[in-house]
């Protein structure tokens, strides 16, 4: 097949930055064709659009609706990243072109992520840490006593892969794991929760860990941040959309809820103001896969999907 109609580099179309590795790779290797930024765009796609067989996009930046329809004879979507909320999925089954995304490989940085977040918000050692460099330690002040984190009631919000490594490590941690998702998993002895609501309520801290995407936004809304409660925290390593952000936002304020540890955000990259004035919440700029060693991982399994697509128009790792 692939001799018949071999993909040739131009008609490989890298999306967005992706990774420094991705991108340099499908320049260097295959000259990939690049999309222009938003000013140039419309007219880019006009005139090449018809040619793209393949694209090449990030869980950032995905293939989204209104380029997918101008991506007409489009036969596979290569995602670096474990999420792809960020392409019109439903269009693209619809049209049958194949996903593929990079399982598995991040899992262990996702969750050591979440547990550093976990620990952080807790400890509040981010505050603590700015409470040293601001010279208050020095002038002889003692930072509040923080919550402990070992032992607590833990909510996982979404019990895949990333959800069932955040668990092990809290065992280690001495901690009760619940867990809330669409169907209760075989072979898996935590309590279940029918609800995110009931879940919040059960638990003492709740972690996010729930695909993006449609069927999940907004999932956390007020009234599971309310359930979760002023003495209760909320973490997130999965995707802004799936917590209600500026209903979060006001339970911090109104101190409804003890405090957050965020990786993602509604409009990445993009923090809202009144999170930055918070000392209740530690912040990162969604690095839950970022090491080294992961996003080389993560390199070898998109480039290898899209070798594998270009040889006999298979995907090593669809989603679908
Ligand atoms: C990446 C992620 O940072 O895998 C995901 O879904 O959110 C992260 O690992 C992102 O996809 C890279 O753009």
């Not at 912040?283 to 080294?292: A, F, I, K, Q």
Request: hydrophobic content about 45%.
């Amino acid at each position: 097949m692939s001799n018949e109609n071999p993909i040739t580099g131009d008609q490989i179309l890298r999306v967005g930055p992706v990774n420094p590795a991705v991108a340099a790779i499908l320049n260097d290797e295959f000259q990939a064709a690049v999309l222009p930024g938003a000013d140039d765009r419309d007219a880019w796609l006009e005139e090449h659009g018809a040619g793209i067989r393949v694209a090449v996009c990030s869980g950032k930046i995905g293939v989204d609706t209104k380029l997918l329809e101008k991506l007409p004879y489009l036969e596979a979507i290569v995602n670096f990243g474990v999420g792809y909320d960020a392409t019109d999925v439903a269009q693209a089954k619809e049209r049958g072109i194949p996903l593929s995304n990079t399982p598995d490989v991040l899992t262990d940085c996702v969750a050591d992520t979440a547990l550093g977040l976990y620990l952080d918000t807790l400890r509040r050692l981010s505050a603590a840490e700015r409470f040293v460099r601001a010279g208050t330690w020095a002038s002889g002040q003692n930072f509040p006593l923080a919550t402990k984190a070992s032992g607590r009631k833990v909510g996982i919000l979404g019990l895949g892969r990333i959800g069932q490594a955040i668990a092990d490590r809290l065992e280690g941690f001495g901690c009760e794991i619940h867990y809330h998702s669409r169907n209760p998993k075989q072979d898996v002895q935590y309590p279940y929760h029918a609800s995110a609501r009931d879940l919040a309520a059960a638990t003492e801290v709740l972690i996010v860990a729930a695909a993006g995407g449609p069927d999940s936004a907004g999932l956390v809304n007020a009234d599971v941040i309310e359930a979760v409660g002023p003495e209760g925290f909320i973490i997130n390593i999965a995707r802004g959309s799936v917590i209600d952000e500026p209903a979060l936002i006001r339970a911090l304020q109104e101190g409804t809820l003890a405090g957050a540890g965020l990786d993602v955000f509604a409009n990445e990259p993009e923090v809202p103001a009144e999170l930055l004035e918070l000392d209740s919440v530690v912040l990162l700029p969604h690095l839950g896969s970022g090491t080294v060693e992961t996003r080389a991982d993560m390199t070898a399994v998109t480039i290898g999907n899209l070798r594998s697509f270009l040889k006999d128009r298979t995907l090593l790792t669809p989603i679908y």
